[in-house]
């Protein structure tokens, strides 16, 4: 069964007698242990499909599944469960909050979970950063923000993690580790789906879509 699958998503919006339409009839899937890249120019709508795939907003049409439980067409409250115990959300600034350590940041994101996740202090060395554990956001380098984000999002060991430009903002070599470790996870069965400009992304890929005006295209 694919860890992910999008049947028929669609997504529009109206500003007065606007109306503009971000997806238009998405299908795909992710099986377990496959890293999925899609692509497009900003504003093919990206970010609106990672957003219905996380439950973060609700599609006009369409249904999203996540193994055999539905994720749209349901109540806040149970898309926040299933989004806390079944996925893994990255962006390059936005799980982490600045106030907290890097530790407290993973405890956190345990609390929202059903499950047991794994060991904050085992999860850190598995990436490279323990002994940033008790330093917040702000004093890490780019790098380090990239692991701690990817951290909070592999802290409830979740079969799919979704990541929205994870690597824009750090430079090649950093791109090329960060990358590593989310290839290191589809090698233990995590199902991987990232929304990215980057080139490097695209050939780190098991399979490459490309978004264009909310449709993807052959």
């Not at 990239?146 to 979704?162: F, H, I, K, M």
């Not at 929205?164 to 199902?191: I, K, M, N, Q, Y």
């Amino acid at each position: 069964m694919a860890t992910l699958r999008v049947e028929r998503l669609y997504r529009f919006y109206r500003a007065g007698d606007e109306e503009t339409l971000a997806l238009q009839g998405v299908s795909l899937e992710v099986e377990p242990g496959e890293l999925v890249a899609v692509v497009g120019p900003s504003g093919s709508g990206k970010s609106t499909l990672l957003r219905c795939v996380t439950g973060l907003d609700e599609p006009s049409g369409g249904t999203v599944w996540l193994g055999d439980s539905r994720m749209s067409h349901r109540a806040e409250p149970v898309r926040a469960r299933l989004r806390a115990d079944r996925i893994g959300v990255m962006t390059q600034t936005g799980n982490l909050f600045p106030h907290l350590t890097i530790r407290a940041n993973i405890r956190l994101a345990q609390s929202l979970s059903t499950g047991t996740g794994q060991d904050p202090a085992a999860l850190l060395d598995s990436l490279g950063i323990a002994a940033r554990s008790d330093a917040r956001p702000g004093d890490l380098s780019g790098g380090e923000t990239a692991r701690a984000g990817l951290a909070v999002a592999l802290a409830n060991d979740p079969p799919l993690v979704v990541a929205d430009e994870p690597t824009g903002e750090l430079d090649e070599a950093t791109e090329h580790r960060v990358l590593a470790l989310f290839r290191s996870r589809t090698d233990t069965g995590t199902a991987v789906l990232i929304a990215s400009h980057s080139t490097a992304v695209r050939r780190a890929a098991d399979r490459v879509l490309t978004l264009e005006d909310g449709c993807l295209t052959p």
